[in-house]
């Protein structure tokens, strides 16, 4: 279909890109407050109804993407889906595993050292806005989980794969990136404003992964496992250190 094609955005292009670039920052910022308001009441079942909304809306904006490239002739290696060698490809997955490293050795601290706990709940004890958005039970977790599994693949789909693309038609790759990496870390701001400069890094460095591999499953893979391990860490700070652990 000549109106898909891969080198010039179509109507539905615009539409999606409307959703992305003008929908969801709006959203955002008119339900800011409300949101953080209903959080923080505690009320039972507010954080189930608020990580459903979130996984409903990551599928709801990655899923037009899919099923558009599905019923085009555009090649899914433009969203970055193809897999590159060479040395600068591997570079990136060589970032990617480093980062999941560093994860690795934070929740190992957290696990064995109960100084590291109780200074990581203090981190999260000056960010009311996150420590109330934060699971506090079991069932809370597991769906965290599987929010922290659909932004990996959704977040990576529409803002490294589909944004970059769609905008690096009319400005340079890195330009491209920058601008989705603004509205990237703008669609956080419900996890607080100081939290935004740790997430601006966060996604710039998936970016980097993503422009070095030149491929979206490093970028996919890396963003799952800090989600999902970050989960793991905060849940394990909150949590007393066993006995046996205790007297190391």
Same mark, same amino acid.
């Given at each position: 279909?000549?109106?898909?094609?891969?080198?010039?955005?179509?109507?539905?292009?615009?539409?999606?890109?409307?959703?992305? *670039?003008?929908?969801?920052?709006?959203?955002?910022?008119?339900?800011?407050?409300? =949101? !953080?308001? @209903?959080?923080?009441?505690?009320?039972?079942?507010?954080?189930?109804?608020?990580?459903?909304?979130?996984?409903?809306?990551?599928?709801?904006?990655?899923?037009?993407?899919?099923?558009?490239?599905?019923?085009?002739? !555009?090649?899914?290696?433009? %969203?970055?889906?193809? %897999?590159?060698? =060479?040395?600068?490809?591997?570079? $990136?997955?060589?970032?990617?595993?480093?980062?999941?490293?560093?994860?690795?050795?934070?929740?190992?601290?957290?696990?064995?050292? @109960?100084?590291?706990?109780?200074?990581?709940?203090?981190?999260? @004890?000056?960010?009311?806005?996150?420590?109330?958005?934060?699971?506090?039970?079991?069932?809370? !977790?597991?769906?965290?989980?599987?929010? =922290?599994?659909?932004?990996?693949?959704?977040? @990576?789909?529409?803002?490294? =794969?589909?944004?970059?693309?769609?905008?690096?038609?009319?400005?340079?790759?890195? $330009?491209?990136?920058?601008?989705?990496?603004?509205?990237?870390? *703008? *669609?956080? %701001?419900?996890?607080?404003?100081?939290?935004?400069?740790?997430?601006?890094?966060?996604?710039?460095?998936?970016?980097?992964?993503?422009?070095?591999? $030149?491929?979206?499953?490093?970028?996919?893979?890396?963003?799952?496992?800090?989600?999902?391990?970050?989960?793991?860490?905060?849940?394990?700070? !909150? #949590?007393? %250190?066993?006995?046996?652990? #205790?007297?190391?």
């Amino acid at each position: 279909m000549p109106f898909l094609s891969a080198d010039s955005l179509s109507l539905v292009d615009i539409a999606i890109l409307a959703v992305i *670039l003008i929908g969801l920052p709006l959203e955002t910022l008119i339900h800011l407050k409300k =949101g !953080r308001l @209903e959080l923080a009441s505690g009320k039972p079942g507010v954080r189930i109804k608020h990580y459903t909304q979130t996984i409903l809306l990551l599928w709801g904006i990655s899923l037009p993407v899919i099923v558009l490239w599905a019923s085009s002739d !555009r090649a899914w290696g433009l %969203l970055g889906f193809d %897999l590159q060698s =060479g040395p600068i490809a591997w570079t $990136g997955w060589g970032l990617a595993a480093l980062m999941c490293l560093f994860f690795v050795f934070q929740y190992s601290t957290i696990a064995r050292s @109960e100084s590291a706990r109780e200074s990581f709940r203090n981190g999260l @004890e000056k960010n009311r806005i996150m420590s109330n958005f934060l699971p506090h039970t079991d069932a809370e !977790r597991r769906l965290f989980n599987v929010m =922290g599994v659909s932004a990996g693949i959704a977040e @990576e789909i529409v803002f490294r =794969g589909y944004l970059i693309w769609a905008v690096a038609l009319f400005m340079p790759v890195w $330009g491209a990136a920058l601008a989705a990496l603004a509205v990237f870390t *703008l *669609l956080h %701001l419900y996890q607080g404003a100081n939290q935004l400069p740790a997430i601006f890094m966060m996604g710039a460095l998936v970016t980097l992964v993503f422009l070095l591999s $030149g491929s979206i499953w490093p970028a996919i893979a890396v963003h799952i496992f800090v989600d999902v391990i970050n989960n793991q860490t905060i849940w394990k700070a !909150r #949590q007393p %250190l066993p006995p046996s652990l #205790q007297s190391a």
